[in-house]
């Protein structure tokens, strides 16, 4: 599990075990969308951006680190018994 998959899993646990306070910032959100759309559209488009470059940011740290742990692994198994 990346980290940006435990923190979603996080974050539904929050909400599934916190409604009231989920309904609260849904309906703030709802109203002040409704009175102030452009700018309300504006920080929803930010928001879709920063996750979806943190998400691909997870997903290359992921892979960086299971190529490295492969590189290490190869080099472990390279090595002479004597050292």
């Known amino acids: 599990m990346n980290l940006f998959e435990s923190l979603l899993q996080q974050a539904f646990d929050y909400g ?3 409604t009231d306070v989920v309904l609260a910032t849904a309906a703030v959100l709802a109203l002040l969308t409704f009175f102030k759309t452009k700018e309300m ?3 929803f488009y930010l928001t879709v951006l920063a996750l979806a470059a943190f998400y691909l940011l ?3 740290t992921d892979t960086l680190f299971t190529g490295t742990k492969a590189k290490m692994s190869g080099i ?3 090595r002479p018994a004597d050292e």
Do not use: C, D, I
Request: proline residues 0%; charged residues 25%.
């Open 16 to 18: 599934w075990n916190h």
């Open 76 to 78: 472990e198994r390279s």
């Open 41 to 43: 559209f504006k920080f």
């Open 58 to 60: 997870s997903l290359l």
